[in-house]
T-cell receptor
Framework: EAQVTQNPRYLITVTGKKLTVTCSQN?????MSWYRQDPGLGLRQIYY???????DKGDVPEGYKVSRKEKRNFPLILESPSPNQTSLYFC????????????FGDGTRLSIL | RKEVEQDPGPFNVPEGATVAFNCTYS??????FFWYRQDCRKEPKLLMS???SGNEDGRFTAQLNRASQYISLLIRDSKLSDSATYLC????????FGTGTRLQVFP
């Protein structure tokens, strides 16, 4: 089954404790992206990757890091999480460039205390 | 001005009703357009692409008006299962998401 898998689905943690949200897709997609979704603000892109070892900032990259060492994986790293990073996070992937319809993971609900 | 604007709703309609949502976009160079559906606290899912000539998929019809820079989604014969948030999405080299219009269909 074609899918984008994120882990964990839910996480409550404390300020400053480094965390990683994993994302994996099995569709051989070149393009992967991370979004955060906040009430009234919609989906905002954090980082994206056009292919292996190619990553770039989205609209709200501050406080986040990513890596793309393999085509299927695109982890999101919060080196020093802060309460304003409490949000619902989605990983997505698509064929080709970023303008194609994207498949989304189930989401990760992150709470930073 | 937001790049993609939608009426947040909610639109409360009875089963069987016809409901329409509009969405406006600011960048005239936008290349392609989509409607996504998002159920509460779940991931967005592609509902349909929007083509220049308009297109239909069962009870759903999408229209594009490039001159006025808006797209629309029409849902006929609403079902309870249509209750969700509908996201307007515009491709400007990357996908720009609207904040969504919430639809609630009641019995």
């Amino acid at each position: 089954e074609a899918q984008v898998t994120q882990n964990p689905r839910y996480l409550i943690t404390v300020t400053g404790k480094k965390l990683t949200v994993t994302c994996s897709q099995n569709m051989n997609h070149e393009y992967m992206s991370w979004y955060r979704q906040d009430p009234g603000l919609g989906l905002r892109q954090i980082y994206y990757s056009m292919n292996v070892e190619v990553t770039d900032k989205g609209d709200v990259p501050e406080g986040y890091k990513v890596s793309r060492k393999e085509k299927r994986n695109f982890p999101l790293i919060l080196e020093s999480p802060s309460p304003n990073q409490t949000s619902l996070y989605f990983c997505a992937s698509s064929l080709g460039k970023g303008g194609q319809p994207q498949h989304f993971g189930d989401g990760t609900r992150l709470s930073i205390l | 001005r937001k790049e993609v604007e939608q009426d947040p709703g909610p639109f409360n309609v009875p089963e069987g009703a016809t409901v329409a949502f509009n969405c406006t976009y600011s960048n005239s160079a936008s290349q392609s357009f989509f409607w996504y559906r998002q159920d509460c606290r779940k991931e967005p899912k592609l509902l349909m692409s929007v083509y220049s000539s308009g297109n239909e998929d069962g009870r759903f019809t999408a229209q594009l008006n490039r001159a006025s820079q808006y797209i629309s989604l029409l849902i006929r014969d609403s079902k309870l299962s249509d209750s969700a948030t509908y996201l307007c999405v515009v491709n400007q080299g990357k996908l720009i998401f609207g904040t969504g219009t919430r639809l609630q269909v009641f019995p």
